[in-house]
C-alpha cells in the first residue's frame, strides 16, 4: 500500500530547529514534486515549501531562510529542516508529494497524516 508517513513534530523553544521526514512507502513508488503545507488553529492550510525533482525550489515568505525542504530520492524521503522556530511557526504539518508508482506515466497526489509542530518556551 503507498502512503506518506511522517515523523519528527514536536516541542521545541522559539529560536530552536525541528526536521520532519516523510517517507514514501510502497514499491515502485519515487518522488516528483515534494511539498510541506501547515495549518494553525483557525486558519486555513497554507503551503510552506515546495521541491520539483529537478530541484527546484519555493518557500512562503514567513519561513524563507530559515527553513530548508530537500529529499533524499534513494530512499523516498523528503525533510523539512526547520531552524529559528517562532512560535508563530506552530501548527499541524503535513507532507504532500506527487508519486509516481510502477509503470503508471502520471503521478499521484498523496498526503501525509500531519504531524504536530509546537513552539513554544
Known amino acids: 500500500q503507498v502512503q506518506l508517513v511522517e515523523s519528527g513534530g514536536g516541542l521545541a523553544q522559539p529560536g530552536g530547529s525541528l526536521r520532519l521526514s516523510c517517507s514514501a512507502s510502497?514499491?515502485?513508488?519515487?518522488?516528483?514534486?515534494l511539498g510541506w503545507y501547515r495549518q494553525a488553529p483557525g486558519k486555513e492550510r497554507e503551503l510552506v515549501a515546495t521541491q520539483t525533482r529537478p530541484g527546484i525550489t519555493r518557500y512562503a515568505g514567513s519561513v524563507e531562510g530559515r527553513f530548508t525542504i530537500h529529499r533524499d530520492n534513494d530512499n523516498k524521503v523528503g525533510y523539512l529542516q526547520m531552524n529559528s522556530l517562532k512560535p508563530e511557526d506552530t501548527a499541524v504539518y503535513y507532507c504532500?508529494?506527487?508519486?509516481?508508482?510502477?509503470?503508471?506515466?502520471?503521478?499521484?497526489?498523496?498526503w501525509g497524516q500531519g504531524t504536530q509542530v509546537t513552539v513554544s518556551s
Open positions: 510502497g514499491s515502485s513508488v519515487s518522488i516528483n514534486t
Open positions: 504532500n508529494a506527487d508519486l509516481f508508482i510502477g509503470r503508471d506515466p502520471y503521478p499521484r497526489d498523496y
